[in-house]
């Protein structure tokens, strides 16, 4: 059973910046793939970013040029740096982690709230 962990949300003002960060119980990076989704209230669980086993990454076209998904095998961490930050970005932020080659398993963290003030 891998556990996700999230932190690093927080209030931030428009305009400013967080890094959420994702600690993996195990180092699975060369497994999975690894993603970030965020919850808005009333809306339904989108894709914010995502980073394959191999390292290639995409983004939600809201993310494009703001958000920078990465990650850091000796701390089995993944980030997402977020820049400009709006008041939709406003979301809770949940950690994924998908083995879509071999088993399908697949892991959430319990998220954390982002909230961007205006």
């Known amino acids: 059973q891998v556990r996700l962990a999230e932190s690093g949300g927080g209030l931030v003002q428009f305009g400013g910046s967080l890094r959420l960060s994702c600690a993996a119980s195990?180092?699975?990076?060369?497994?999975?793939?690894m993603a970030w989704y965020r919850q808005a209230p009333g809306k339904q669980r989108e894709l914010v970013a995502h980073?394959?086993?191999?390292?290639?990454?995409n983004y939600a076209d809201f993310a494009e040029g703001r958000f920078t998904i990465s990650r850091d095998y000796a701390k089995t961490t993944v980030y997402l740096q977020m820049n400009d930050l709006k008041p939709t970005d406003t979301a809770v932020y949940y950690c994924?982690?998908?083995?879509?080659?071999?088993?399908?398993?697949?892991?959430w963290g319990q998220g954390t709230q982002v909230t961007v003030s205006t």
């Open positions: 994924n982690a998908h083995d879509n080659t071999f088993t399908g398993s697949m892991y």
């Open positions: 195990e180092n699975i990076f060369s497994v999975y793939s």
């Open positions: 980073i394959t086993s191999s390292g290639s990454t």
